[in-house]
């Protein structure tokens, strides 16, 4: 590595980002696809799978899928496999994100929220172990939030207590897989501007809050993709099991 080698650098690389239609996935998924990964794009809508792959072009591939759903996430990981020969990085980005408040949450929409939050990516983090062991290298990410640092200031008691349960699965999993060249880590997201932050507040009350951080402004989600990048690469090997904070100051530990 020389000087002008950049620190984050994945080509070689091959990534599954969950939840890429909009958001953060999309921008993670451009992101590891601009710094040299090839990367398959995960969304319910096969249609918009495919369109994001097609727009990111080479070495991107269409993964469609309910990563709740029976035997989906096994069925993801195999599929890259046999279109790529590897995984190497596993972003779990896909969420299920309301604002239900406490009276009106039910059993049904809490475990939803579990599902997607807690038990997809500890399933997709299963079914890509075999592979990781194998070539003794792996990264898996799991996109969490603030709220699990702390408490949502948007989401309802079922989004904090699954983006929570999902920092223990982080911890657990990096102390049992480090051996085998695995790293797992957490991304913490305070206000970040994205679709779907402007569906749960009205810009008037965005602008409020962010007026109240450190930095004061919504954060942008190629910044987090950018930390997601980091901690994805080869820069990043001896970090492993930490909960990483990008929120503007708004939570400081």
Not at 15 to 40: D, K, N, P, Y
Not at 90 to 107: I, Y
Not at 187 to 205: F, K, N, Y
Request: aromatic share 4%; with cysteine.
């Amino acid at each position: 590595m020389t000087a002008a080698t950049p620190v984050v650098d994945l080509h070689g690389r091959v990534a599954l980002v969950t939840g890429a239609a909009r958001g953060l996935g999309r921008a993670i998924a451009v992101r590891l696809h601009e710094l040299g990964a090839s990367v398959g794009v995960n969304t319910r809508d096969a249609a918009r799978s495919e369109a994001l792959a097609v727009e990111l072009g080479d070495r991107a591939f269409a993964v469609p899928g309910d990563i709740s759903a029976d035997g989906v996430p096994d069925a993801l990981v195999a599929r890259m496999l046999a279109h790529f020969g590897r995984l190497d990085i596993v972003v779990n980005n896909a969420a299920h994100a309301e604002s239900t408040r406490f009276g009106e949450l039910d059993a049904a929409e809490f475990r939803a929220a579990l599902e997607v939050n807690m038990v997809a990516p500890f399933l997709l983090t299963k079914a890509a172990l075999p592979a990781m062991k194998a070539q003794q290298y792996g990264r898996v990410i799991n996109v969490s939030s603030l709220a699990g640092r702390m408490v949502s200031t948007l989401g309802g008691a079922h989004y904090t207590a699954s983006k929570t349960g999902l920092l223990g699965l982080t911890r657990a999993s990096a102390k049992e897989l480090g051996r085998f060249g695995i790293t797992v880590n957490a991304i913490c997201p305070g206000m970040i501007d994205t679709e779907l932050t402007r569906e749960h507040a009205s810009p008037e009350r965005l602008t409020q809050l962010a007026a109240g951080y450190p930095v004061p402004r919504l954060g942008t989600s190629r910044e987090v993709a950018d930390l997601i990048a980091f901690v994805a690469s080869d820069a990043a090997g001896y970090i492993t099991g930490a909960s990483f904070d990008i929120n503007g100051g708004d939570l400081m530990m």
